[in-house]
Structures are given as structure tokens and as C-alpha cells.
């Protein structure tokens, strides 16, 4: 699976719309960017993710590049409640027996009122 | 609907100990994948089991070990404990396969320290 590249902190402003970068530049053509989140003390959460079109979903919009290199997360309007560490994760999809996560260090963004 | 739960929520352990843990997956979930988070880092793929087998290990020595039960909940045995595997073990579960639904769905994690 490709490494992914994320800026290890972020901070936002509470209702502000909180844009988080990833970079994959070695990702391959059946790979998907994959998004997921952890607060304080919980599991990984998972939010969104996407081969090439940009998705949405009730919690956040992913936006990636057309060359695939890269993504962006986007929360349209950050509450307190996002302030959690964010995973950006590429990988091919498979069949259960092999859909292991590999997470890296994650960027952890702090939403302040 | 429960979701994934996970047993006990904290433990310690002394080193040379052996430690079981416990997952029971989200209903309708057969694939069960363990995690290793040490502090401040991202979590760290341990091992996978369907069906009952050990389908995908990762980079973790033969003191830790797994099981899976015909009702697809699964346990964590790790022995001869170190300082080290002092984190948060996390199990995660993923729906049946053939479901083209390819999230993994999280426990609350067991955080386990070893004095």
C-alpha cells in the first residue's frame, strides 16, 4: 500500500470549514484513499473515502486531485466534537481476509471555539 | 445494535505475564483484525482472523497469538510480557464477505500497561 504524507497538527476555528491535506504521490491506480478518525480514548472512526471522484457523505467531503497524488478532507463547518487525530490511509480494496489498515502518524487537529 | 466491544477496558500485568483480551465483533461481522497503539503513535496491524484462521499477520513476534470462535468473536493472548507492549489494543471488525463495504468498524480498545 502507499505511504501517505500528512502535516502532524492542524488547528481550526469552531464553525469554520477545517481542510486537512494528505499526500500520496506513489499511489497506484487501484488504490483508494481511505479517511478515519480517532478522539481521545476511542477507537478509529471512519469518515469517507474515494478512488477518484471527489465523495460526500453527512460527515465530510473528499476532494482529490486529477493526477491522484494528493486529497483533501474537508469538515464544512468544525465543531468542537471533530477535535480529534486524522488518518489518511491508501489502499487497494480486498476481501476481508486482507483489508488490514496501515495508519501512519495521522494530523491532529484541534478545533477552537 | 452493539458495536464492537471489547474486554476488559484497562488491565495491568507485570512483566513475564501472560494477558488474554477479548473482541466481539459488530453483528453481522465475521472478519476480526487486532491493533497495537502506543502512545502517541498511529495503531499498528497485529493480525486478522476469518473463519477461525489467522489470514494476515503483521510485523509481531510468535508471543502474540489468537483465536477465533464460531460465533467470530476472538481473543488477543500475548506472553511473556515486555514493558513495551504497554498501548491500546484495538479490534476492529468488517462486514461478511462479499459485502462490497469495505469500512472497519472500531472497539473502544483495552488499554493494557505492564509494569
Known amino acids: 500500500d502507499a505511504k501517505t504524507t500528512q502535516p502532524p497538527s492542524m488547528d481550526c476555528a469552531e464553525g469554520r470549514a477545517a481542510n486537512l491535506p494528505c499526500n500520496h504521490s506513489?499511489?497506484?491506480?487501484?488504490?483508494?484513499v481511505y479517511w478515519y478518525r480517532q478522539i481521545h480514548s476511542q477507537g478509529p472512526q471512519y469518515i469517507i473515502h474515494g478512488l477518484k471522484n471527489n465523495e460526500t457523505n453527512e460527515m465530510a467531503s473528499l476532494i482529490i486531485t486529477e493526477d491522484r497524488k494528493s486529497s483533501t478532507l474537508i469538515l464544512p463547518h468544525a465543531t468542537l466534537r471533530d477535535t480529534a487525530v486524522y488518518y489518511c490511509i491508501v489502499r487497494v480494496n480486498r476481501n476481508n481476509a486482507g483489508n488490514m489498515l496501515t495508519f501512519g502518524g495521522g494530523t491532529r487537529l484541534m478545533v477552537k471555539p | 445494535d452493539a458495536g464492537v466491544t471489547q474486554s476488559p477496558t484497562h488491565l495491568i500485568k507485570t512483566r513475564g505475564q501472560q494477558v488474554t483480551l477479548r473482541c466481539s465483533p459488530k453483528s453481522g461481522h465475521d472478519t476480526v483484525s487486532w491493533y497495537q497503539q502506543a502512545l502517541g503513535q498511529g495503531p499498528q496491524f497485529i493480525f486478522q482472523y476469518y473463519e477461525e484462521e489467522e489470514r494476515q499477520r503483521g510485523n509481531f513476534p510468535d508471543r502474540f497469538s489468537g483465536h477465533q470462535f464460531p460465533n467470530y468473536s476472538s481473543e488477543l493472548n500475548v506472553n511473556a510480557l515486555l514493558l513495551g507492549d504497554s498501548a491500546l489494543y484495538l479490534c476492529?471488525?468488517?462486514?461478511?464477505?462479499?459485502?462490497?463495504?469495505?469500512?472497519?468498524?472500531f472497539g473502544p480498545g483495552t488499554r493494557l500497561t505492564v509494569l
Open positions: 506513489t499511489i497506484s491506480g487501484n488504490e483508494y
Open positions: 476492529a471488525s468488517t462486514p461478511r464477505l462479499g459485502t462490497s463495504y469495505n469500512e472497519q468498524f
